[in-house]
Structure formats: structure tokens, C-alpha cells
């Protein structure tokens, strides 16, 4: 049994990273890069980055729940990744919708919306970086001592 809650951890995690990597790192670019119409590409993007920000919650936590079901150690790298969606998306997403709702063609909004932006990329490549070191931990079967916290 404890090999398929395993099995289970893998699958998650790398449907979970595999998915941040696809929509971050090739679809929403491909989408600035074909589409004439950049406000529609931003659109687009998104709501891709919603429904990622949703998938990402809801895989930590099937994580954190089979952690805590096997009784091992609680990975902190999932809570790390869980922490940079939390921010990255639903914490600043809205401040940058509101600058969109503005007008980008203001250049303290166009400003702000840059740096809003440029924040929000920098954690996305931090959790697309701890998701690689989660994925690679996970081929060992069990977290590694790196990416857990005992639990009490």
C-alpha cells in the first residue's frame, strides 16, 4: 500500500510541475508570440494562470494530505511551492487585474503593472525551481530530508 501512495506522489507532483513548466514556460509566451492582439493574449494567459493557481492549491494539497496520512515527514518543498502560489497569484494577480482594468496606456500604471509583473514572474521561477528539486526528491520514493519537516 505504501508503494502505491508512492506511485500517487509521484503522478501529483509531476502532473503538478509539469503543468506549471507547460503554461508559464510555453503556452503563455506562444500566446504573446502568435497573437497580434496582446491585451487578448493577456487575457488568455490569464485565466490559464487561474486555473494553474487552483491546480496548484489543490495539488499541494493532496500532498500534504498523503504526508500526512503515511505519517512521514511533512514536505516543506510543497509548502514552499504552495507559499509562491499564494503570493505569486492570488495576492498580487489582483492588484495587476486592477492596473489592467486602469489602462496600461497610463505610464504610473503601465509602471506599476511592470514591476507587479516582473515580482510575479521572479516567483514563479522560484517555485518552478523548487518543483524541479520536489520531482527530483520523488524519484528516491520519499522525500528527502532536504525537502521535509518531521512532524511533531
Known amino acids: 500500500m505504501n508503494t502505491s501512495w508512492n506511485r500517487a506522489r509521484l503522478l501529483i507532483t509531476t502532473a503538478w510541475v509539469g503543468s506549471l ?3 508559464g514556460y ?3 509566451p506562444t500566446l504573446f508570440k502568435t497573437l497580434a492582439d496582446t491585451t487578448l493574449a493577456g487575457t488568455i494567459a490569464g485565466q490559464l494562470f487561474l486555473v494553474e493557481a487552483w491546480f496548484s492549491v489543490i ?3 493532496m ?6 496520512y503515511q505519517r512521514q515527514n511533512f514536505p516543506k518543498l510543497v509548502l514552499g511551492m504552495l507559499v509562491c502560489t499564494l ?3 492570488f495576492a498580487l494577480h489582483p492588484f495587476m487585474a486592477n492596473l489592467r482594468a486602469i489602462g496600461l496606456s497610463n505610464p504610473d500604471a503601465k509602471w ?3 514591476v507587479l509583473h516582473g515580482i510575479s514572474s521572479g516567483i514563479y521561477l522560484m517555485q518552478s525551481v523548487l518543483g524541479a528539486m520536489l520531482v527530483l526528491s520523488g524519484l528516491e520514493g520519499k522525500p528527502t530530508q532536504a525537502a521535509s519537516i518531521k512532524q511533531p
Do not use: D, E, M
Open 21 to 23: 513548466w507547460t503554461v
Open 26 to 28: 510555453l503556452v503563455a
Open 59 to 61: 495539488c499541494a494539497l
Open 63 to 68: 500532498l500534504i494530505v498523503i504526508s500526512l
Open 87 to 89: 503570493i505569486g497569484y
Open 112 to 114: 506599476q503593472f511592470g
